[in-house]
């Protein structure tokens, strides 16, 4: 067998040795030419382009937090609890990091909406940027995955109800309900076979699929470049010297960097001052306990489903709910194949959506926090 | 011979799949709870005041009115899956988590579920409350 012919060797005239060792066996430089070449447009709007990389920077803090937390939890129903309260009260910092864990996983989602709705206001969801769009709205269900599967994993009584109910939601979907309820349970109850699948998601599936399609979104993002609110755009073509744009690589990465420096420090605030609660152990044969809501980012859906009567004619409230929802997500992924050209009429009536979804969102959400 | 090809790479792909698919599926646990239980002892419950009790591996709800009669339910709501109580205030069932009533006979009132809890028959049998299940249900 003949041996494959050795690479020309390459040359390297960097200053700094290891730069230069890299460079002459991979093109270190050439790898790092088009981050060179990357301008990031700067215009008054410019800072919303920044929640998309804090995001990504809480997503880290998120698999590595995880990672010291899997070195003491234990996912069965006998032990999940305990191991928890374990770190929490008996190995040094536990508390900490898993209140990290968790804030940085609320704080993430808020991040990943904040950016979905700037997104939408900005217009860059629009061609080209479908695929961009497509792939962030699955992240954004993937990061309300995380949320949900990591929710019933310390195994508390909240947790347990949470789990109860978001999973009793699918199975009301006709036809593939009832199987969907059963593989997501491990059965037709929630019990430890839920626990051990929940974990198996979390720490596995989830990070795995979301780890490949960061990669697709930051891909699109480096091929397509920023999107520049059509505002500034008709601004800049009607006086082309007026256009501004600086570098991504120093300058605008050293921004992005001081950005998610602060939001460590606000991550690390709230962690300290608020750590995350456990609450008491599930009990599969106790009541609900009383004002009993689930996460924050849910809660606009629940308080809907409160409201909604038993029965709207000859369908089922719940279900009638749930589809409900259902079609509105499907639309909302849909948006760019909807919408039409980035300056058409449409558009006016995609923001008049977008601003009714969140006005729908938030006061729903303030509703439920504060009904009985 | 691309049509075997195909149908080659089809049947091997389906062979994988469909162990993996069957593995995704849990086992179909038997409910060993039978068709009666012991949800309490005389006395154990006060007038106006209602228990929860193991049935099988389900949860049931106990009460015993304020006229000391007892009444037995399923205590899992219809609405979404909780697990419902007994509110000594109002003397009605309660869901704690989407605001939904049934009265003492487990008949949806108010609130969202869409149907009425499971009523089992109830019978003192010495010191123990026995609960079972309506024949026919």
Redesign the interface.
Known sequence: MGSAPEAAPRSSTHRNPLVRWLDERFGWEDLLAPLRHKTVPVHKLSYWYFLGGITLFLFIIQVLTGILLLLYYRASANEAFESVQYIMTQVQFGWLVRSIHSWSANLMIFTAFAHMFSVLFLRAYTKPRELTWLTGMVLLFLALGFGFSGYLLPWNTLAFFATKVGTEIPGQIPVIGKPLLIFLRGGEEVTGATLTRFFGFHVALLPGITTLLIAAHILLIQRLGMSVPPSQEAAWKALPPSKREMPFFPNFFARELMAWYIALGVLGLLAALYPWELGSKADPFVPAPAGIRPEWYFVFMFQTLKLIPAKVGPIDGELLGILGFGVVGLIWVLLPFLGGDRYGRRQVFIRGLGVFALAYMLGMTVYGYLAK | MQVLLGGGLLASAVSFLYPVWRY???PV?TDLGGDSVVAAKVGELKANSGK???FG???GLLVRTADGEYRAMS?ICT???????YRSDVREVW?????GFYDLNGR?IA????RPLESYAVHVNGDDVVVSRRRGT
């Open positions: 995704l599926v849990p646990a929860i009790f193991r591996s389900r949860p205590a609405h979404l899956n909780c697990t419902v109580q869901c704690a988590c989407h605001n949806n609130g969202p579920p869409p």
